[in-house]
């Protein structure tokens, strides 16, 4: 074997090894993570849960002070006589409140929620507490049925959680 | 003759020398880019197998935060039937329980963690935050406002090297809170500490 072809085989096993390593650095920085899916399910659906049950506040004209919750705010607006708000709308004070519920249960800066309550037929009748995620998302939905205004109206509660 | 013989000799000896340099140093870069590979590799298999090995105490502690969840001693029942939420009295009797008598029981159960739930909705006024709530607590007028969490287990190690923490939004049920108020439910946390 001639020097020259040595000097190209040493110089070969220098860039195969050096091939080696990038590849090896390159396979192991880009290996896919696994999502806990199940477990972002378990947890938008136990918060969604939490929330419509949640009593903020309590009926005045009843006899004990009957509490109210958040689903019989959404389905029934708020009680005339109640501790809810200040004389506010429903929508000011749930979004106020889902604002304050989102803070709260939401202390980590990597998971992104968004709350949404809908009223299916009437577009503008809408709740929105949160930004959108951009990325993968799970998505937990409630429909809400009732009357607030004699009429039967239907409604959706949205929950988005993902991380960022 | 002896001249060049001389010189030819110095020639062969001066080029055998640069070969051999040549040599050491390939030797020398190789075993180099051996070692920086061996080096990188164990580090990042470390970094992945103690991932892992968090993983699988998360995914542990998921599984356990579910099982607790539906534990008859803090799972809310009405007319026998199950509801998704927790039972804040039944939570302070549990706490009695699983520090009593049976406590092995549920030491082989739980093993090296904390257990605790934590009120979040309605923020409370004053300073109660990590405040128990004990039996004491509870037959004070300003229950449940005087206090935000319920310790159900604790078992620490001597040494705490890692605390993994992991918690699920629940319904907190307060049956008869206070004489004029019945079924009032809030938000909170269940949370498992587990300790390595």
Redesign the interface.
């Known amino acids: 074997m001639k020097k020259g072809q040595t000097e190209i085989i040493g110089l070969l096993v220098i860039v195969v090894l050096l091939i080696f390593i990038i590849i090896l650095f390159v396979t192991l920085r880009t290996k896919p993570q696994e999502k806990a899916i199940g477990r972002e399910s378990a947890y938008t659906a136990s918060l969604l849960t939490a929330i419509l049950k949640a009593t903020p506040c309590e009926r005045t004209d009843t006899i004990p002070a009957r509490p109210v919750s958040i689903e019989e705010i959404i389905r029934r607006g708020i009680p005339r006589q109640s501790t809810c708000g200040n004389g506010e709308a429903r929508q000011e004070y749930l979004a106020k409140e889902l604002q304050i519920i989102k803070g709260r249960v939401n202390t980590n800066q990597k998971v992104n929620l968004q709350i949404l309550i809908k009223n299916t037929q009437n577009p503008q009748d809408i709740i929105l507490v949160g930004n959108s995620c951009l990325g993968e998302k799970t998505v937990e939905r409630r429909i809400i049925t009732g009357s607030s205004s004699g009429q039967q109206e239907r409604f959706e509660m949205v929950l988005e959680y993902c991380t960022t | 003759m002896r001249y060049s013989e001389v010189r030819g000799k110095a020639k062969y000896s001066k080029k055998g020398q640069i070969g051999l340099i040549e040599m050491i140093m390939?030797i020398f870069?190789?075993t180099v880019?051996?070692v920086?590979?061996i080096v990188?590799?164990t580090g990042?298999l470390k970094q992945?197998i103690q991932k892992k090995g968090g993983?699988i105490l998360s995914?542990k502690a998921?599984v356990e935060l579910?099982a607790i969840q539906g534990m008859p001693e803090i799972e809310c029942s009405k007319n026998v039937r199950r509801e998704?939420?927790i039972d804040t009295l039944k939570l302070l009797i549990a706490k009695e329980v699983i520090d009593g008598e049976e406590k092995g029981y549920y030491a082989t159960i739980f093993g090296r963690k904390r257990v605790l739930v934590k009120q979040?909705?309605?923020?409370l006024q004053g300073q109660v935050e990590n405040q128990e709530c004990t039996q004491e607590k509870y037959n004070q007028e300003v229950y449940p406002n005087n206090c935000d969490t319920w310790i159900i287990y604790e078992s620490r190690p001597a040494t705490i090297t890692e605390v993994n923490k992991i918690s699920?939004?629940?319904?907190l049920y307060f049956p008869n809170a206070a004489?004029?108020?019945?079924?009032?439910?809030?938000?909170?946390?269940l949370i498992i500490e587990s300790y390595r």
Not at chain 2, 120 to 123: D, H, R, S
Not at chain 2, 179 to 185: F, I, L
């Open positions: 390939v870069i190789v880019l051996i920086v590979g990188f590799y990042v992945s993983e995914q998921e579910r998704d939420c979040v909705y309605p923020e699920v939004p629940v319904s004489e004029d108020r019945k079924n009032e439910y809030r938000i909170g946390e």
